[in-house]
C-alpha cells in the first residue's frame, strides 16, 4: 500500500533548539519524496524535494531508502518556522500522497 | 505568489444539494489535480484531469466528478452532497512531467449541514 506516516501531531521546540519532523514511507516503487508547508493563513506551498537536495530557509531532508524514511530536519528553530508541514511522495504521475501533517510550535 | 485561483472561497450547502467547485489554473499548466482535505487531515487525492482526460483517480465515490476546460481550468462537482464532505477542497495545478514543481490554490471550504 502507498502511504505517509508522519507519527507526531504536534512539536513544541524552543527559539535556537534543532527540530526534526519525522516522515516514514511506504510504496513498491522509486517515489519522489517532499515536505510542503502551510504557514498561517497561507496556502500549501512546496518547502524541498529529495531530489534538489537542496536546503531552504535552513531546512534539510534525507531520503533514507533504506528506512524509507524522509525527515526533515533544522538546526536552529525560528519563530516563523512554526506551521504546518506535510510530507507527500509521488509516484509516476503528479499525484501526491500526504501525511497527516505535524503542527511545529516555537516558542520564543 | 502561484497563479491558481479558486471559487469560491466558502460555501454552505445543505446534505443531499450538489456543488460546483472551480480552479484557474497557472500560465502554462496543464494539469489540474483536486483534493479534499478533512479537517485535522492531509490532503487526499481525488482526481486529476490532463489535457482535459481523467488521469487518475483515488478512493472517492462517482458523485465527485469533474471537468478541464480547453483553457485547462477545472470544475469539481459533487453531488448528493453528504454530512462529511465537509472539507477544504484544494486545486493543483502543474506541467505534466518528472521534475516540474505542483502549485496549489488557497483552497475552497464546503460545509455541508
Known amino acids: 500500500a502507498q502511504r505517509v506516516t508522519q507519527p507526531e501531531k504536534l512539536l513544541s521546540v524552543f527559539k535556537g533548539a534543532p527540530v526534526e519532523l519525522k516522515c516514514n514511507y511506504s510504496y513498491s516503487g522509486s517515489p519522489e519524496l517532499f515536505w510542503y508547508v502551510q504557514y498561517s493563513r497561507q496556502r500549501l506551498q512546496l518547502l524541498l524535494r529529495h531530489i534538489s537536495r537542496e536546503s531552504i530557509k535552513g531546512f534539510t531532508a534525507d531520503l533514507n531508502k533504506g528506512e524509507t524514511s524522509f525527515h526533515l530536519k533544522k538546526p536552529f528553530a525560528q519563530e516563523e518556522d512554526s506551521a504546518m508541514y506535510y510530507c507527500a511522495l509521488s509516484g509516476d504521475t503528479d499525484k501526491l500522497i500526504f501525511g497527516t501533517g505535524t503542527r511545529l510550535q516555537v516558542f520564543p | ?113
Open chain 2, 1 to 113: 505568489e502561484t497563479g491558481v485561483t479558486q471559487s469560491p472561497t466558502h460555501l454552505i450547502k445543505t446534505r443531499g444539494q450538489q456543488v460546483t467547485l472551480r480552479c484557474s489554473s497557472q500560465s502554462g499548466h496543464n494539469t489540474v489535480s483536486w483534493y479534499q482535505q478533512a479537517l485535522g487531515q492531509g490532503p487526499q487525492f481525488i482526481f486529476q484531469y490532463y489535457r482535459e482526460e481523467e488521469n487518475g483517480r483515488g478512493n472517492f465515490p462517482p458523485r465527485f466528478s469533474g471537468l478541464q476546460f480547453p483553457n485547462y481550468s477545472s470544475e469539481l462537482n459533487v453531488n448528493a452532497l453528504e454530512l462529511d464532505d465537509s472539507a477544504l477542497y484544494l486545486c493543483a495545478s502543474s506541467l505534466m512531467g518528472a521534475g516540474n514543481t505542483i502549485y496549489f490554490g488557497e483552497g475552497s471550504w464546503l460545509t455541508v449541514v
